[in-house]
Every structure is written in structure tokens, then in C-alpha cells.
């Protein structure tokens, strides 16, 4: 635990009291808790409980009817997806959401989209800016590439790739926003115990070696009680628990949520 | 056999994204190009270059620009000949209205105003998708061709809207031959087109794949929808109206806002489904295809007049050209929905092994 | 005053053929997912097949029938040759497949029955009705009114149909979910056929009063561009909503024709309808009668 301590910094992320209603269908209700830099944060819950709408009004995908979100000291009613990005808030999805027309090296080159300058107009012609940005960015995927160990399928598109590929490519993707927090939903879903394996390292490597902070969603416990610093309990949208793996494991209503209870 | 890439290696990643990475491949288009622009000129009929190499081109071009927006971004466009039509009549008043305006100037102002025209009628692509889209740029097609032919300052007040281009005159040379007018239109669209394959390998192509393919994902990596639709209607346009201009200027020479009609936009849209959605080179196969079927048609009408005294009636034989048309877009939509470009490919890739099955 | 109404309601009525046309459209894109550009060519290919067989001095009562079992087929043919071996394709696939449908079908159509414009005789005749014009001194279409008749005992047919029946219920169903629908033991390839036959009937009727009143000719094919306004205002997916789109196009195209066409050059009634519903959609994309969609991540 003590390594998890020194890990973490200042709060970076602060959501107060949020809540979120489709029409009459209420997905989150009044929902509160914080992100500390370099930390990797796990959301649990049971199926609807919320956890995916959580990402998405962290960046901006959803925008909540009440409450406020704090990132980086700044607070908002809401982000926006692209103001998240610029900020440096990247995620994956829970269904994969890669750009199923492209190859793997287009999309992971997509991640880097907002770290090119040139117009237009240069990119048309071809020459100076342009190809110098082209080159260099494309020298920073190809170390994300390296690093997630895809350089065979690098030309491949990606739609002709298993799924447990598919989930590391989306990965590059983010990774390649060289991003300061990560979203993650759901990145081990539907993998067998190896690729998970891989998930894991690769999650703590990305973790470690460049101190991302992680939001993180997940069905596998042990996974989660292993790698997570703190962990948030969603139950029909409320928040039941917050705390490290410990606590939770502890917490009658998480227990209770997780087994069912006769009321 | 002699198509393999063995023993070419990259040793940088300019070389890795160029257009024709492989060596074959750069040597063959080095000699396309050189037919096109030497071979051609010195045997080509004038025939052949006024009824189907220039037309050729000149859709070609205009095919780039639909594919710029239903290919690469995805946004299905049904009123391409209504921006051409805008490139067209927008260079004619610079030409007329502006003393000394050089054409080449004029073609590219034309562009623009295309380009402007294309940006407010994409303005709908960012609150609907699909063919809700397709349906909002018949509005495009409808009301742009009405207002070149109601509103008679665009044909300085000629009757229902008719033009006649201006001599094409580039530093006193005088482009009157078809030959001079065809190399001309083959140097401005060999242009374009390496334009359109620079702006498809970079950051602005791949954009507008990613909103093609998950707008929302897109949304999430930061970049901004509305921007990348709007600068797709506005190339696309750009792309259009300069297909425009060279149209009136280079192949009809007279012309009124009608020839710019939605069949034509369909006949565009033909040659994209045809040739390849989100390629360069299926723009040009595409308006290959449809320029020579109809005279393909016409010489196997004409093959089975005479062999077995079928009389068929030139009606007749459009119809069958309507037939074939919607024909052959069925055929290719269920069999190959990438078309040519993507027969062509998979050819390539079969040359590669040959003589080994795999 | 009077002028006014006389060009609303004469609008109207004729928007309710354009309903007619679209209603062919809300059909089929109900139960399939299809936005089928063809209906036009359909529409054109009915009237001229009728028209083709009476010819033959075949009386109307039997060329009716005649040209009803020709569009089902035709239908049925689409259906299984162009449709089938296209399921689970984007929709946007499927509407270009139907614009090359539209071109075969009237290359076909013409090839069948020859291009020249023909009359069609329905008995009933493009005349003021006379007690309209007596009380009110508005003049007032019978055929119109006649062709209005027809629409609205077709529409409520459908409705019933598809409210009523157990083939309605099973189209409604198709309509929600193909799989879960497929799952429960519908059958599903049935059902697409039983669609594209009534959307073939349903061309048959627009085409017989289209037809009787401007001739049938090529032309009949652009009717079904207007309709296409029609659907956007009233959204893809509703009966009431081609109904109410239709008489509201039908109505503002005459208005904007009579009071803005003649400060403009006239004309207008050809892009009208594509701007009007334009900027209906930047208010509402969802259409009239749409549900407002909400797109989860």
C-alpha cells in the first residue's frame, strides 16, 4: 500500500453532486467523489449502474443536469468532448469505438490529431510543416506501437483483427494523445485470462512509466482489488461506496448489492 | 513475378506513407503519365479528346470532389452538378466583370465561391445524418440551378440563363486545338488529384475518415465535427466548381444552368459507387466506366443490328443505357461496394504471389 | 380573401397526393429500414403499365388487376434479387442501391411501354364543383377532391391494417426490431414481401391519379422528389406525419408560388418545399412527428 500512497498527488478531478437523467430515466443521481494525479481509480457497480455514463459526463460526452465537474482547478457545469481532449482526457470505449475504415497506424495517427498544427492547405501541398508534423508524429505512434507490442499489424485494417487486438489498438489510440488521464471502460471485457494478463501489464506499465492518471471500469474483482489505488461503488446510479480495495471489500452495501438482499 | 517488393526497404517513414511505396508501382504510374501527357497528344483524334478523354477528366475531377465528402467523410451529397454549376457560372462573371482576370485566377475564384456556396448548404450536415442529408442537398441541387437561370445578372441578362465561356487564353497562348485544351484540363486535374491523395494520407483525410466511420469517437480525440464537415463541403465544392468551370470552359463552351442538372449529380455519384468510395483512383475508373459504356453500348447495338438485323431504335437504346446504369450500380453495391479501385487492388495483390497461389 | 382560401385548399388537396406518394415510402421504410429513392419510378412504372394494357382495348376493370399483379411482382422481385443479399448494410448503402433501382426501373418501364406521353381516363374531370363556386365563388377541384377521397380511404385502410391485424402487429414488430421479431417466430422475409406488394399497390393508386391529371410521362418520376420534403418534415417513420407533411407542402408550395413566386421570377415551387423543409430541420431535426432521438455511447 505504501507504494500506492507515494503514487498519488493533488486531487485533479472533482465531481460534486452530479446527476444525470435521459427523458425520465435517471442514470446518475447525485454523485460526488475525486481523482488523485497518478492515481488509477476503478468504478465498479453492477450492470446499469451507471459507471459507463459516469466516463461520459467526466468528458463530456453527457452533459449532467446538476452539479459541477473540477478539473485541474477549473470548475464547470459540464465539459465538452473536445475541450476534455485538449486538456488531456483520453478514453477508451466499452464497445469498441475504433474507426473501423481505417488501419491500425491511421487510427493510432488519429490520436495525435490535435497535436498537429499545419492547415489545410499545406497538408494538400505536401511539404514543409506538413511533412516534418507528419513525420514526427508519426515517430511518437510508432513508439506507442513498440510499446504495445502491435508492430505486425501496424498496416492492417482494423476491422479484420480479433477483438482483444481491437481493445489494445483502441488503447494506442488514446496512448498516443500522450494523454494526463486515461479512461478506461471496460478494457479487459470479453478477453481470455492471457490478453488479460497483457491488459494488466500494460495498464501498470502506462501507469508507471509515465505517471498517467487512471479512471477505470471493470467486471473482473480480482483485477480490480489488484491493480486499483481507490474504488468507487455505483448501485442504480447512486454511489454506495468509495474507498481503497479494503474498505470496499468491507462495505455492507457493496457486499449487499454485489449478492442481493431481501428488503 | 516481377511484382514483388523484396529487397525494397524503407528506411524512413516519409517513404513508408508515400502514394506508391512500392518501386513497380511508381514505375507504372511514371509511365501512365507519361502516355497521358506525350503519347496521347501525338495520336489521339480530335474526336477522341472532345467527346471522351476531356469529359473524362473533367468528371473525374468532380467525382475527387464527391468522394472527398461521401468517401472520405461520409456525408452522401445528391447535388455535386449544382456546385459545379456554381464554379462554372462564378468564373464566367470574374472573367467578364474583372478586366485582365487571368482564367487560371478565374477558375480558382471559381473554386472558391463553389466552396463558399458549399459551406451553407453544409451547414445541415451537423444537426442531421444520412439521408435525411442526402435529401437536404437537393435543396442545393433545386434552388441553385433556379437562381443561375432566374436571377440574370449571373448570365449577364442572356435568355433562360445561357453562357458562352470566354476564350481560354493562358499568357497569350490561345487554347483552341482539342489537344491543347486536353493537356491543359489533364495538368490541372493531375494536380487536384495529387492534392486530394495529400490531403487523404494526412491529418485532414484521416480526420474526416474518423467522422465517417464513429463521429462520436471522433468527437473524444478532439477533433471538432463541425469544422471537419464543413471543410469537407468546402473542398468538396472547391473540387466541384472548378469541375465546373472546366466543363463550360473546356468542353461545352456554351452552356446554360440546366446542364448542371441532378443527373448529372447522379451520374457523379455513379462513378464513385462504381469506380470506389474513399479512393482517388476510383474516381478516375469510375469516369472511365461511365464515359466509355454508353459507346460500348452503342457499338454492341450496333454489332447486333448488323449480325442479326435487330432493328433498335435510338430510344431504345437510351433506355437500355438507363437500364444498364441502375443495373450495374445494384451489381456493384451487393457484389463489390468498393468497386473498381478495390478489383484493382485485389489484382495487385494476386500479382504479387503469382505464379503461387498464396 | 376568397383568393386565398382558394389557393390553400387547392394546396392542400393536392398535397394530399403528394402524401400519397410519400405514403409509399413510409411503408416500406417502416418495415425494412430501406429509404427506397425508387417509389417514383414505381409510381411512373404503375400508371404506364395500366395505361400499356388498356391499350390492348383491355377494359380498366381488368387492366387494374393486371397492373396490381405486375407491381407486387415487381415488388416481390426487388425485394428478393436487390434487397435480400443486402440485409444488415448501412442504410446509406441501401438508398444508393435504390437510386440505381430507380434508373432500372424506368429504363425498363420505357423499354415495356415506349417513352411517349399518354392520356388516362378516369372519368373524372378537372373541373370546378359547381356548388362551391356558387356559394362561395371559390373554385374548387372535383378531381382533387375525388383524388383527396381516394387517399384518405387508403390511408385509413393502412391504418387499419397495421393497427388491427395480426399482420399489422407482425409488421409493427419487424418494423422495432428485425431480430428480436425473427427471434419470436415471425417470418420475416414474408412479411418484407407483403410490404413491398402493398407499397407496389399503394404506387398504383398515386400513379393512376397522377397520371389522369398531368398525363403519364417520364415526369411522373419527379413527383416523388416533392414527396421527398414531405417525408423530411413529417420524419421517415410516421403515417400521420406523410399525411400532415404533405398537406403542408402541398399548401405553403401554392401560397409561396401565388404570393413570393411572382416578386422572384416565378418557378419557385421546384426548391420551395427542399428549403422549407431545410430549415425546418435545423429547428427539428427529428421531423413532426419523430421521437427525439437520443444517441448513447
Known sequence: MTTHERRSGEVILRLDNISLAFGGVKALTDISFDVREHEIRAIIGPNGAGKSSMLNVINGVYHPQHGTIAYRGEVRRSMNPHAAAASGIARTFQNIALFRGMSVLDNIMTGRNLKIKSNFVEQAIWIGRARREELENRRKVEEVIDFLEIQHIRKTPVGRLPYGLQKRVELARALAAEPSMLLLDEPMAGMNVEEKQDMCRFVLDVNEQYGTTMVLIEHDMGVVMDISDRVVVLDYGRKIGDGTPDEVRGNQKVIDAYLGVAH | MFYREAGQFKTNYIDDSAIFPIRQDRIGFAIILLLAFVAVPLFATPYIFSAILIPFLILALAAIGLNILTGYCGQLSLGTAAFMAVGAFASYNFMLRVPGMPILLAFLCGGVMAAGVGIVFGLPSLRIRGFYLAVATLAAQFFIVWCLAKVGWFSNYSSSGVITAQQVEILGYQFRTPASKYLLVLGIVSIMALGAKNL???????????????????????????????????????????????????????????????????????????????????????????????????????FLENSIHLSVSKSMTSNLELMTFGGLIIFFLIVEPHGLARLWQIGKEKLRLWPFPH | MTFFFEVLIGGLLSGVMYSLVALGFVLIYKASGVFNFAQGAMVYFAAITFVGVT??????????????????????????????????????????????????????????????????????????????????????????????????????????????????????????????????????????????????????????????????????????????????????????????????????????????????????EGWFPYMLALVFLLVRPEGLFGEKIIRRV
Not at chain 2, 442538372?261 to 476510383?282: A, E, H, K, W
Not at chain 3, 402541398?250 to 413566386?261: D, Q, R, W
Open chain 2, 200 to 302: 487523404a494520407r494526412s491529418n485532414v483525410g484521416r480526420s474526416w475518415m474518423a467522422v465517417r466511420d464513429m463521429d462520436i469517437a471522433a468527437e473524444v480525440i478532439g477533433i471538432r465535427l463541425m469544422p471537419a464537415k464543413l471543410l469537407a463541403f468546402a473542398i468538396s465544392s472547391f473540387y466541384a466548381g472548378v469541375a465546373g468551370a472546366l466543363y463550360a470552359y473546356m468542353y461545352l463552351g456554351t452552356v446554360e444552368p440546366e446542364a448542371y442538372n441532378l443527373d448529372l449529380s447522379f451520374r457523379i455519384l455513379f462513378m464513385i459507387i462504381i469506380g470506389g468510395v474513399g479512393t482517388v483512383l476510383g474516381s478516375f475508373l469510375g469516369s472511365a466506366f461511365i464515359a466509355l459504356l454508353p459507346i460500348a453500348l452503342s457499338l454492341l447495338v450496333g
Open chain 3, 55 to 268: 391499350e390492348f382495348d383491355i377494359s380498366p376493370w381488368i387492366a387494374f388487376p393486371i397492373s396490381l399483379i405486375v407491381m407486387v411482382v415487381l415488388g416481390l422481385v426487388v425485394e428478393k434479387v436487390v434487397l435480400r443479399p443486402l440485409v444488415n448494410q448501412p442504410q446509406i448503402t441501401l438508398f444508393m442501391v435504390t437510386i440505381g433501382l430507380a434508373f432500372f426501373i424506368e429504363g425498363l418501364a420505357q423499354l415495356m411501354w415506349g417513352a411517349n406521353v399518354r392520356g388516362l381516363e378516369l372519368g373524372l374531370q378537372d373541373v370546378p364543383l359547381e356548388w362551391v363556386s356558387e356559394r362561395w365563388g371559390m373554385s374548387i377541384s372535383k378531381f382533387d377532391l375525388a383524388a383527396a377521397g381516394v387517399a384518405a380511404i387508403l390511408v385509413t385502410s393502412l391504418a387499419l391494417l397495421f393497427n388491427r391485424t395480426r399482420i399489422g402487429r407482425a409488421l409493427r414488430a419487424v418494423a422495432d426490431d428485425h431480430q428480436a421479431a425473427l427471434a419470436v417466430g415471425i417470418p420475416l422475409q414474408q412479411i418484407w414481401g407483403i410490404v413491398w406488394g402493398v407499397a407496389g399497390f399503394v404506387a398504383l393508386v398515386a400513379g393512376l391519379l397522377w397520371g389522369s391529371r398531368n398525363g403519364v410521362q417520364f415526369a411522373l418520376t419527379f413527383v416523388a422528389l416533392k414527396a421527398l420534403p414531405v417525408l423530411i418534415l413529417g420524419g421517415f417513420e410516421s403515417i400521420p406525419g406523410a399525411i400532415v407533411g404533405g398537406l403542408i407542402i402541398g399548401a405553403t408550395e401554392k401560397l409561396a408560388e401565388v404570393y413570393i413566386g411572382p416578386m422572384v421570377g416565378g418557378g419557385i
